[in-house]
């Protein structure tokens, strides 16, 4: 069992926790709510309730979206600073090389190296901080909060079936409907030209940071309560 499925066999009405069909002894709400205090990451813990168990967490939305756009913004900032080192490092190669009147082989292949490091941090490299990036977190929030579950996995992710176990095929182990292109251009208020350019790596890399935390909590979630998760039913079915 995967802690997201855990918690969506929870009715709204219900004090209980029906995971009976999956094998399991029913828990109170007290129990997960004490195996949810066990998963030490703030960021992952807040997170997998707001998205989850919304009406069971003491979270602050504007809390959740701070602790992202400050992960985000960092990104940003690692990505920024590897373009402009290799940008520098990639001059004053060329400086040197210039420098002397007979080039060597070994310095002008150097400087194709560096030359190929500064475009690939180039390319990698996100947009300067603007108002999008705020836009950006509260996207990827709403689309993890508001999505369709999907209707195979029941938003888990996994599947287990006679000859193994593995990803949900529908979802592609996500767990939920992904959104279009077009639809996160509109939530950032751009052009789905400019999302495609430049902010589709951004909210994907944000997208899949949120996705991670989740897993996580999802994971200490199970042990917690003593439930084996998905992925180590897979590794005993195909062992």
Excluded at 68 to 91: G, N
Excluded at 118 to 143: F, H, I, N
Excluded at 151 to 178: D, F, I, N
Aim: with cysteine; net charge positive; proline share 3%.
């Amino acid at each position: 069992m995967d802690g997201r499925t855990l918690v969506c066999c929870r009715g709204q009405s219900s004090s209980g926790w029906s995971v009976i069909q999956r094998g399991y002894s029913e828990l109170s709400s007290q129990e997960v709510s004490a195996a949810l205090r066990m998963i030490n990451d703030e960021f992952s813990r807040e997170l997998f309730c707001y998205v989850w168990w919304p009406d069971s967490a003491s979270h602050n939305k504007r809390d959740i979206e701070r602790m992202l756009l400050r992960q985000v913004l960092d990104q940003c900032k690692v990505r920024a600073i590897q373009a402009l080192t290799t940008q520098l490092t990639h001059d004053i190669a060329e400086l040197e090389l210039t420098a002397f009147r007979h080039r060597s082989p070994s310095p002008a292949s150097s400087l194709t190296s560096y030359r190929s490091a500064m475009e690939e941090a180039k390319e990698q490299r996100w947009p300067s901080p603007s108002s999008v990036y705020q836009r950006l977190t509260r996207g990827v929030l709403g689309e993890l909060s508001t999505a369709v579950i999907c209707s195979t996995c029941q938003g888990a992710g996994y599947q287990l079936v006679h000859e193994g176990s593995g990803p949900c095929q529908k979802c592609q182990g996500r767990g939920r409907r992904p959104c279009s292109d077009l639809a996160r251009a509109q939530t950032l208020g751009i052009t789905w030209h400019a999302y495609a350019k430049a902010w589709k790596a951004p909210f994907e890399w944000a997208l899949k940071r949120c996705e991670q935390a989740i897993q996580l909590a999802s994971d200490v979630l199970c042990r917690s309560l003593g439930i084996a998760g998905e992925r180590h039913k897979a590794a005993e079915v195909l062992s």
